[in-house]
């Protein structure tokens, strides 16, 4: 039942969960549970089906999580049940990276969503980081970083250690100044399976995270995607230009962001600080990706000025 102004009710998942490790009858349906997806799993890759195999053996290891770890999966559910009715996209966003904190045991991270406009992370929730962390990765669209990489996958991704990963190279510099040292990166999945945002947590030290707690990150973000659900509708006719505004500002911050990267390498290079072949790979990138950002903001920002193409889009919505 919908309580009047608040968000959608459900029930609680998997409700028995509390009494696993006491009842011998509810671990016997989970372990049935377990075989069943398992079997489903098999069924379905005999016949071609791999994504579907994939998502049953999930449903397979979520029930053996609940079996082995029912103290963890507590934890994960009573961090869900936050979510619950709230009827202000901001809090709720703002609870699920709280929820993500938590479970994860990070004092820093951020949660994204996939802008519609242009396939693009854009962070909507942070806690933990300043305003040159905000800038620099206001908007994600490589896959050097953990969350880019986990975008590009639809998969899970964790760097222990930034300072040694070679793909992470050219945030490095970033990530000092920011104090973290581990990332792990967490798709925030919709009922469809569709990805539509991502939750970071970031961590002072190297840090792998256990199996367990990878699995637990992993059912959050797709209890996070459940809550979300509805709440990511295209924005209305009206509310187009106001979208595309703000895909602007976020293109002209990271290209800032860029900017001044580059600029920070090339004074080392003057100064002979550091490798020097190394800054100069990194201020070229940096040159190379703020140039990118400026003509996609450029691009954005001609079709919400151009008269013709927004009458255009005007006839096409009638």
Known sequence: MDVPGEGPQWPDPFPWIAETS?????????ERTEAMHHGAAAR??????????????????????DLDEPQAARRLYAAAKELRGLSRAGLLLTK????????????????????????????????GFGAEFLEYFAVVDDDRSACGRAAKRHA?????????????APHRAIAEASGFRAVLSTPVIDGAGRLVGMVSTHYRRPHYPVLRDRQIMERYGELVGRALAG????APDGQAGDRRSAVVKAFGSAARAHHHAAEAHERSIRTGAGDVDEHQ???????????ADRRRAKDIET??????RRLLDERASH
Do not use: C, K, Y
């Open 22 to 30: 006491r009842d011998w009858g509810f671990r016997q349906l989970l």
């Open 44 to 65: 379905l890759r005999g016949m071609g089906w791999e994504d579907l195999a994939r998502r049953a053996e999930r449903f397979a290891a979520w029930a053996r999580l």
């Open 96 to 127: 699920a990276l709280e929820g993500a904190l938590s479970l994860g045991g990070a004092d820093r991270g951020n949660l994204q969503l996939v802008d519609p406009a242009t396939g693009a992370l854009v962070i909507v929730a942070e806690h």
């Open 156 to 168: 899970q991704t964790f760097i222990v250690d930034v300072t040694t990963d070679p793909g992470f």
């Open 231 to 234: 709440r990511l509708t295209p």
């Open 281 to 291: 790979r990194q201020a070229e990138f940096h040159r190379a990706a703020a140039e």
């Open 303 to 308: 079709q919400i000025m151009d008269p013709g």
